[in-house]
């Protein structure tokens, strides 16, 4: 089983900066999982942020190119968001999702297809 613990949410201004942090506890093949980011403001579906595919191939969404990036450290075993030149539109709770590759090896991607989730760390970006 593999549990994720999210952290590093908080509060910021327009064009402020924040890293958020998740940690993979339990299975060890956590290290060559698919993971990503999501977030979900009230009102509106969740929505893939970034993700990093086994092979360390990353993709982000149009809305965060340029300003978010996704990093894991394997020694940690911990999944990184790292956000600058935050605006009022990316207000939501974020979550970090994994699952195994596919026996062909491919990964969800920005896609809602991961089976584990954490339990979400609140991003507020005010104006």
């Known amino acids: 089983q593999v549990q994720l613990v999210e952290s590093g949410g908080g509060s910021v201004q327009s064009g402020g900066s924040l890293r958020l942090s998740c940690a993979a506890f339990?299975?060890?093949?956590?290290?060559?999982?698919?993971k990503g980011w999501f977030r979900q403001a009230p009102g509106k579906e969740r929505e893939g942020v970034a993700a990093?595919?086994?092979?360390?191939?990353?993709a982000y969404a149009d809305s965060v190119k340029g300003r978010f990036t996704i990093s894991q450290d394997n020694a940690k075993n911990t999944l990184y968001l790292q956000m600058n030149s935050l605006k009022p539109e990316d207000t939501a709770m974020y979550y970090c999702?994994?699952?195994?590759?596919?026996?062909?090896?491919?990964?969800?991607?920005?896609?809602?297809?991961?089976?584990?989730w954490g339990q979400g760390t609140q991003v507020t970006v005010s104006s």
């Open positions: 999702a994994a699952i195994p590759p596919s026996y062909g090896g491919s990964c969800p991607g920005l896609v809602d297809e991961y089976n584990y």
């Open positions: 339990g299975y060890i093949y956590t290290l060559s999982y698919c």
């Open positions: 990093i595919d086994s092979d360390s191939t990353t």
